[in-house]
């Protein structure tokens, strides 16, 4: 299968190839597409035979549910069998934007865009393409990221066709996204509402909305071996090709201890990389060292987490050692990716 690229942006959107793009859909194809958080890979959300073909593009375990973006408020209830309050008190908050919420579905959404449970996840984007290529898809759109399973999040269109050339169709090409990682999700089908996966809009912006929110409790430790209820709680995610160790603990304590598991494997024959911040990266001698940023600008570090990670593995580095970011309003967002990309290898250091 022939991959095709088309170039677009937000402020200048080709309607002929975003008409394009929705025939595929509506014909049961794929087409990867940018969001506000990560490139997605869009399926007709009422279509099994199309979702099947999502999980095998991507590798990804059918028991994983897939996220339903919708264009306009008011689908959210051919989605949804019943609507709580919290949810419209969210969506007039948060959408168009980076949050998904777990509601009880209708029966008309397959059970193979919802992992087999009665729950579907849904969003509405706020990138003007995603909107535009849902209503020309029909509406409803379901979308992973659009990666091989467990690879880091695509957050240019090069890193979806690096996994995905000659697998989809179309990739529509709208420039590098604007915060990096996958939206929070929240599940509001428990009778506390809880956050399933953290993202740009926190457990404090979602209690500033609907009062008392719960965090799952496995979002920052072992992934639960309960059948997965939205994307990302069971299985190794964003992952690196080489092993990721995190390092946790007191600045200075947490470079010492870099630098000498760095010194160890290169003395063990090993390429190491390193993720550090603007102010700690001239601290390292060893391996190739990369910045996500300022330590306290939280935006840009979740902006360039996948793209670090993606790096790394051009570089062919055997081991990364990185720095955590737990301080941060953001950072159980961002360690929350970490963790699972290191798959909870971290040594602690006081």
Same mark, same amino acid.
């Given at each position: ?15 002929? $190839? ?5 025939? #595929?859909?509506?014909? @049961? &194809?794929? +087409? /990867?597409? !940018?969001?506000?958080?990560?490139? %997605? ?85 706020? $990138? ?5 290529? #849902?209503?020309?898809? @029909? &509406?409803? +759109? /379901?979308? !992973?990221?659009?990666?091989?399973? %467990? ?97 946790? &603990? ?101």
């Amino acid at each position: 299968m022939k991959t095709t690229i088309v170039k677009m942006d937000e402020d200048n959107i080709d309607f002929k $190839n975003i008409m394009q793009a929705g025939e #595929i859909i509506r014909q @049961g &194809g794929l +087409v /990867a597409f !940018p969001t506000e958080t990560v490139y %997605g890979l869009g399926a007709d959300a009422y279509n099994a035979k199309a979702a099947e073909k999502i999980y095998a593009a991507k590798g990804r375990p059918s028991d994983n549910p897939l996220i339903v973006h919708i264009c306009y408020m008011q689908d959210l209830e051919q989605i949804a069998a019943y609507v709580p309050k919290e949810a419209k008190l969210l969506a007039k908050a948060f959408w168009p934007g980076p949050l998904t919420m777990i509601l009880r579905k209708q029966k008309q959404v397959p059970d193979e865009i919802t992992g087999g449970m009665d729950t579907v996840a849904v969003r509405m984007p706020s $990138n003007e393409i995603a909107l535009a290529l #849902i209503r020309a898809g @029909g &509406g409803f +759109v /379901a979308a !992973p990221s659009a990666n091989t399973s %467990g690879r880091p999040s695509p957050t240019n269109a090069a890193h979806v066709y690096e996994d995905l050339q000659g697998r989809i169709p179309m990739i529509i090409d709208g420039g590098q996204v604007g915060i990096g990682i996958e939206s929070t999700i929240i599940d509001l089908t428990e009778t506390v509402p809880m956050v399933l996966r953290p993202g740009y809009i926190t457990m404090e912006m979602l209690q500033n909305v609907i009062g008392t929110v719960t965090c799952d409790p496995a979002l920052l430790t072992e992934a639960s071996i309960k059948k997965p209820k939205a994307p990302g709680m069971k299985y190794k995610h964003y992952a690196p090709k080489a092993q990721m160790v995190l390092v946790e &603990g007191d600045t200075s304590q947490v470079i010492s201890k870099i630098k000498e598991l760095a010194k160890q494997a290169a003395l063990n024959g090993k390429q190491v990389g390193i993720i550090g911040t603007k102010e700690t990266i001239d601290c390292y001698e060893q391996g190739l060292v990369l910045s996500v940023g300022e330590r306290q600008d939280e935006e840009t570090i979740a902006h360039n987490l996948y793209k670090i990670l993606r790096e790394f593995d051009k570089s062919d580095v055997d081991i990364i050692y990185a720095e955590c970011f737990f301080q941060l309003q953001m950072g159980r967002a961002i360690m929350n990716r970490m963790l699972k990309a290191a798959g909870h290898q971290i040594i602690q250091v006081t």
